[in-house]
């Protein structure tokens, strides 16, 4: 069955530190991956999905379908990233249908 | 504001009423989802819609739950019979299609608490 894991519920890091949120799926098909961010008061929004394999706001992932992973990373933290990631996973083909992971909350301290 | 709105914010009921939920979606947009988020979880897969015609349903959507989207515009979430297990945050989301058919915009949902 297809399935995301964020084995982290909370990441703290201090700004300029290198930031590295994980992600894992389990899918027999060929993955779709997405990182979703939310931040304080805003609703969800996309940050970046692995086809266009784009660096956005200084975050790049890369899929690594040897290891199921598509980890999200960033070298230098700013206070401003501080949010909620969800990684996700399509499972619909064109129909989007995503399943997302339980998310990791990333506090980036001054 | 042109992205996803939601009505109501919150909602609050009690247990065994029926309670609706709106969702009006970015208008160009012709595909639309359910999601269910609880405290602690990732958004969860409800349902999805293209244009009028309700094409997934996950099993999540227990014959209590029953969406609509009349016209193909805006969409309906109703819940009969409410139960305590159903206080959740209820997303909907939107697309369009062809390359961008996986980029979700959602709204803000609307937070539900059975009493």
């Known amino acids: 069955a297809q399935r995301v894991t964020q084995p982290e519920k909370l990441l703290s890091v201090f700004k300029g530190a290198p930031v590295e949120l994980k992600c894992n799926y389990s899918?027999?098909?060929?993955?779709?991956l997405f990182w979703y961010v939310q931040y304080s008061r805003q609703r969800l929004q996309l940050l970046l999905r692995?086809?266009s394999r784009e660096s956005i706001k200084g975050f790049t992932a890369d899929l690594n379908k040897g290891e199921t992973s598509f980890h999200l990373k960033k070298p230098f933290a700013q206070e401003e990233d501080s949010a909620m990631y969800y990684c996700?996973?399509?499972?619909?083909?064109?129909?989007?249908?995503?399943?997302f992971g339980k998310g990791t909350k990333l506090s980036v301290k001054p | 504001d042109t992205g996803v709105s939601q009505n109501p914010r919150h909602k609050i009921t009690k247990r065994g009423q029926n309670v609706t939920f709106r969702c009006d979606p970015i208008?160009?947009?012709?595909?639309l989802y359910w999601y269910r988020q609880t405290l602690g979880q990732g958004p969860e897969f409800l349902t999805y819609?293209?244009?009028?015609?309700?094409?997934?349903k996950s099993r999540l959507l227990s014959d209590r739950f029953s969406a609509e989207r009349p016209k193909g515009s805006f969409s309906t979430l109703e819940i009969q019979r409410t139960e305590q297990g159903d206080s959740a945050m209820y997303l909907c989301?939107?697309?369009?299609?062809?390359?961008?058919?996986?980029?979700?915009?959602f709204g803000s949902g609307t937070q539900l608490s059975v009493l």
């Open positions: 989301a939107s697309s369009a299609g062809g390359q961008d058919s996986e980029k979700l915009f």
């Open positions: 899918y027999s098909g060929s993955p779709e």
């Open positions: 692995h086809i």
């Open positions: 996700a996973l399509n499972y619909g083909g064109s129909q989007g249908n995503l399943i």
């Open positions: 208008s160009e947009h012709n595909r």
């Open positions: 819609f293209q244009n009028e015609a309700q094409l997934e």
